[in-house]
């Protein structure tokens, strides 16, 4: 089954308003889903994680939880200011920041480079995007474009979440986009995955259940 991007954040507003789960259980599924696919594809080793400031990075923010709990060596750069943050992505930040995990906050003016230096401390890492999902528009703004082709150009395995940074989820249109070697994609295939462009970018792809009920496919064709 493919949806458009609105239908999947569709499916989220309903499993929220009116079957009550709340969005932090959901994002908790989605990001604890994740990891258990990390680990079942032996797939962890030093991890950077690329945050945004949207319910995208509240996901890599669960991520990095987890992953730390299995013994994963985790750095989070957060492409945003923490003092934007909110909702359930603001909750799982600040949980995060009572662990020893390191979080380096990269303002808009990063370069390729700074980014490049970051993540490459961890030589043969595992780079993943939480940095944009279904939220995103238009073109890649400061600091986002530098830190895909950053994460593009290191010698990496790269797992997006939910839809690679770049990628028009709708469209599967892209300039540039992060170039995953696994998607972890939410609920269903989004509409522009089945293109020839996408799959380029993509990897392989799997959906991840966050648990809502199945019912709600009904209401979101
Ligand atoms: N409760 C929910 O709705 C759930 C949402 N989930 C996650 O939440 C995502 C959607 O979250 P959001 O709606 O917060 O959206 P995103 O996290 O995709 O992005 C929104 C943020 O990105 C910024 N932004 C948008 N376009 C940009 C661009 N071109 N360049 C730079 N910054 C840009 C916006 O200013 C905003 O801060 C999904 O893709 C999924 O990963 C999951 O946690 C499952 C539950
Ligand atoms: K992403």
Redesign the pocket.
């Known amino acids: 089954m493919l949806l458009s991007?609105q239908q999947?954040?569709q499916f989220?507003?309903i499993?929220?308003e009116d079957y009550g789960i709340p969005?932090?259980a959901?994002?908790e599924?989605?990001?604890a889903g994740c990891v258990r696919e990390i680990l079942q594809r032996k797939m962890q080793r030093p991890t950077v994680i690329l945050c945004?400031?949207?319910?995208?990075?509240?996901?890599g923010f669960?991520i990095a939880r987890h992953l730390a709990n299995s013994g994963v060596e985790v750095a989070v750069l957060l492409?945003?200011d923490s003092a934007?943050l909110s909702g359930?992505?603001k909750v799982n930040f600040e949980v995060l920041k009572k662990m020893d995990t390191s979080i380096t906050q990269c303002d808009s003016d990063w370069s390729v480079d700074a980014f490049k230096s970051a993540m490459s401390k961890r030589s043969d890492c595992l780079v993943i995007d939480?940095?944009?999902?279904?939220?995103?528009?238009?073109?890649?703004?400061a600091p986002?474009a530098n830190a895909v082709v950053a994460a593009n150009e290191l010698s990496a395995i790269r797992v997006a979440?939910?839809?690679p940074t770049g990628l028009d989820g709708d469209t599967g249109q892209s300039n540039l986009a992060f170039k995953a070697n696994v998607t972890c994609t939410?609920?269903a295939m989004k509409n522009g995955f089945g293109s020839l462009e996408a799959k380029a970018w993509l990897g392989e792809v799997v959906v991840i259940d966050?648990g809502a009920p199945h019912q709600i496919f009904e209401r979101v064709q």
């Open positions: 991007c999947c954040r989220d507003k499993a929220i969005g932090i959901l994002m599924n989605a990001g945004g400031g949207g319910n995208n990075g509240g996901d669960v492409l945003t934007g359930d992505a939480a940095m944009l999902g279904t939220g995103a528009t238009g073109e890649l703004r986002f979440i939910d839809i939410f609920v966050i």
